[in-house]
């Protein structure tokens, strides 16, 4: 049983800069990774960016050079500072955590309740 709780979506225009935050709470004992995907109308749900607990990050090619993902381990929270923010990048952003969970045989997979961020003139 994890708890996600996002903030910092919003709307902004073309160019233009924002950062989400997601702070992860419940019986973690370590966590795995933490990412963000992003889901727009019509659209499938698809990663933007992920880190493992180690520092390592992935980005998919649309965010690359633009979005910077970090972790703050002993707050158990993930950051996604977004730059020169384009139309496209319009979507519900979703923190997801892959960690394992005391009490859990497994790691265990959760997800935020979504953010919106808007990019438009």
């Known amino acids: 049983q994890v708890q996600l709780v996002e903030s910092g979506g919003g709307s902004v225009q073309p160019g233009g800069s924002l950062r989400l935050s997601c702070a992860a709470s419940g019986s973690i004992l370590k966590i795995n990774t933490m990412g963000w995907y992003r889901q727009a109308p019509g659209n499938q749900r698809e990663l933007a960016a992920v880190?493992?607990?180690?520092?390592?990050?992935n980005y998919a090619d649309s965010v690359k050079g633009r979005f910077t993902i970090s972790m703050d381990n002993a707050k158990n929270t993930v950051y996604l500072q977004m730059n020169s923010l384009k139309p496209e990048d319009t979507a519900v952003y979703y923190c997801?955590?892959?960690?394992?969970?005391?009490?859990?045989?497994?790691?265990?997979?959760?997800w935020g309740q979504g953010t919106q961020v808007t990019v438009s003139s």
């Open positions: 880190i493992v607990s180690g520092g390592t990050t």
């Open positions: 997801n955590v892959d960690a394992i969970i005391r009490g859990f045989v497994a790691p265990v997979r959760s």
